[in-house]
């Protein structure tokens, strides 16, 4: 579970990361770095310290890639948590605007629901 | 305010359009331009709920597959030809968001006129220029905008002005336009013009969506791989180097005073159009036509033979005959250079029902009025089909046996009546009896109308008399 107290909170996708480094310099609050595993495209994806994200929003702005970074804003004011089987934890989950009845785990985006779809 | 930044909707969630087994991630390089453009666009595209109603034109280049990513109405379209296809589009779909994405290969090279007379009549697109100083997609060779001293793969030594001329800068020149509404240079370099890239974005889509006005949005970009930089040190470069040369800013915006176009479609009547053309209305009795009114017709003719032979006109008799018996029409010509002699053929489509295309692949009757046509058409005709030919002039019979044949020594009979240029009339007047196509009354009085030369008119009612009578001699 997720338990950092920052104003903001960046999840980032390391499939979809390029690892290009454009967000780890753009960050201005310095939470961001190059981690040193690999992806399966053989990137060392950006990753997140846990701790500082201001939720301002740059490194999503930064990022070419359109599903890498995900940028919660007010993240000290979301305290709904559930247990994703997805991601296998609790994390903290949200209501879209579209289907407020849905609730998505902020980890993977995804719906929490009892039967997941494996993505094709 | 969003209080998360995520993913647009105006994107796929899996890529499905991508072959290979990795549909989440783009095709773009590391550190790409592209991406944080798209990321823009779709943002805009979302915030203002026109994603249903978007029509995202790909180019040729990096981006040419947008239509992967993009959740909206896509088309993919030849080099340099966006801003055409973006025209026909908004034209067609006037409600419609238009967007038409290019490169500088593809907008200041290929398709300069395009974008210059589709920006000079001010169509309602949104066009987003994305200059990056090189060709990107095939290597990185020498683009128009690629700057002076720089060194690509085809100008190793660096681009001089004496070989190549000075880079081109878009934006002033759409500028100079009259019909223009918004035209601004943004790039995707620090931070802080990446966010004023995307007020402009906004704003150039708002534009459009709420006074169809033509707004030309260039950003300046970086291709890391191709100026063979990080993708950290490439934005910097656009910074420092490339966004020196073309100076940012807004080049012309008049969108204050600009008031909505209205692209409402000019439709004229049909009374209109004979009018404008002088043409009457054909009038035919409805009675004699009355027999051919439940009839079930659906014939792809094709007709070929030397120029001069008539075939293009025996093409355009029997579909005027077709449109007086009210059926739907196709005339479709096809000859070489030359006025007189060579080849030519034509294709018509006569049926009872609406026509899509007016291309004859597999005619269901062939007209061959010499040796050459037949030689090449035969062995296209469907099964059950029917060949009519002259065999005045072609010395061989058909070879097929699946068919219906017809040989009438057209040219001959043309002859014996006192011009050879009526044989042509004499395969309508068969080919009217055998198939019992239309009605022969009809024909024969409206032939004066379609005719140009009246005082032919005798002759060819004569002549189409005589392929009847031909054809009934043959039943017989």
Redesign the interface.
């Known amino acids: 579970m997720v338990t950092s107290k920052s104003r903001g909170h960046v999840v980032i996708?390391t499939?979809?990361c390029?690892?290009?480094?454009?967000c780890v310099?753009?960050c201005p609050s310095s939470v961001l770095y190059s981690s040193d595993e690999f992806n399966t495209?053989g990137?060392h994806p950006a990753a997140y310290k846990g701790e500082g994200c201001t939720g301002c929003?740059?490194c999503?702005?930064?990022?070419?890639?359109?599903?890498?970074?995900?940028?919660?804003?007010?993240w000290d004011l979301m305290t709904d948590t559930a247990e994703c089987p997805r991601c296998g934890g609790e994390y903290k989950v949200?209501h879209t605007d579209e289907k407020p009845e849905v609730l998505v785990c902020t980890n993977c985006?995804k719906p929490i629901q009892e039967k997941v779809i494996p993505?094709? | 305010m969003n209080t998360i930044l995520k993913k647009s909707d105006s994107f796929y969630d899996v890529y499905e359009r991508r072959p290979g087994a990795d549909k989440l991630t783009t095709t773009y390089c590391p550190g790409c331009g592209h991406g944080v453009l798209h990321k823009l666009i779709a943002e805009a595209l979302d915030d203002f709920g026109v994603r249903e109603k978007t029509i995202f034109i790909s180019p040729v280049g990096c981006s040419v597959f947008a239509y992967y990513y993009f959740h909206t109405g896509n088309v993919q379209v030849a080099h340099g030809r966006a801003p055409a296809v973006a025209t026909g589009i908004k034209r067609a779909h006037p409600h419609s968001v238009v967007i038409s994405y290019q490169g500088d290969g593809d907008l200041a090279a290929i398709g300069t006129a395009e974008i210059m007379h589709a920006a000079n009549r001010g169509e309602g697109i949104t066009v987003f220029f994305v200059n990056n100083a090189i060709y990107g997609m095939t290597g990185g060779q020498m683009a128009p905008t690629t700057l002076i001293g720089q060194k690509t793969m085809t100008s190793p030594r660096g681009r001089t002005v004496n070989n190549e001329g000075f880079p081109i800068c878009m934006s002033e020149i759409i500028a100079t336009l009259k019909a223009p509404v918004f035209v601004e240079r943004v790039m995707i370099g620090d931070t802080k013009s990446t966010m004023h890239a995307r007020q402009t974005v906004r704003k150039a889509l708002k534009l459009q969506i709420e006074k169809n006005a033509f707004t030309f949005i260039e950003v300046l970009a970086a291709c890391p791989s191709n100026m063979k930089m990080t993708p950290s040190r490439s934005r910097q470069w656009v910074k420092e180097v490339l966004a020196d040369y073309f100076p940012l800013g807004v080049k012309k915006d008049v969108s204050g005073e600009f008031e909505r176009k209205d692209l409402s479609r000019m439709v004229v009547k049909n009374s209109e159009l004979h009018d404008a053309l002088n043409i009457e209305t054909a009038k035919v009795d409805s009675e004699k036509i009355a027999p051919y009114r439940e009839k079930i017709i659906n014939e792809e003719i094709k007709i070929a033979g030397f120029g001069g032979q008539g075939v293009l006109s025996l093409g355009t008799v029997l579909s005027e005959m077709s449109m007086r018996h009210n059926y739907e029409v196709s005339w479709l010509p096809s000859y070489g250079p030359e006025m007189r002699g060579g080849t030519a053929n034509c294709s018509v489509k006569i049926s009872k029902k609406k026509i899509g295309s007016p291309l004859v692949a597999n005619p269901t009757i062939l007209i061959a009025m010499n040796r050459p046509s037949l030689d090449k058409f035969e062995h296209d005709v469907i099964s059950g089909g029917l060949i009519i030919y002259d065999d005045s002039l072609i010395d061989r019979k058909p070879t097929r046996d699946d068919v219906d044949v017809i040989a009438i020594p057209a040219t001959k009979i043309a002859d014996e009546l006192g011009n050879t240029k009526a044989a042509n009339m004499i395969i309508v007047g068969a080919l009217i009896e055998y198939k019992n196509l239309m009605s022969q009354e009809v024909v024969l009085e409206s032939l004066g109308d379609v005719l140009k030369r009246k005082n032919l008119v005798e002759l060819n009612q004569k002549a189409i008399l005589r392929g009847a009578e031909f054809i009934k001699n043959l039943k017989k």
């Open positions: 996708d499939e979809e390029k690892g290009c480094e454009l310099e753009a495209h990137y929003g740059i999503f702005y930064t990022c070419p890639e359109p599903g890498a970074m995900t940028v919660y804003k007010r949200f985006l993505i094709r």
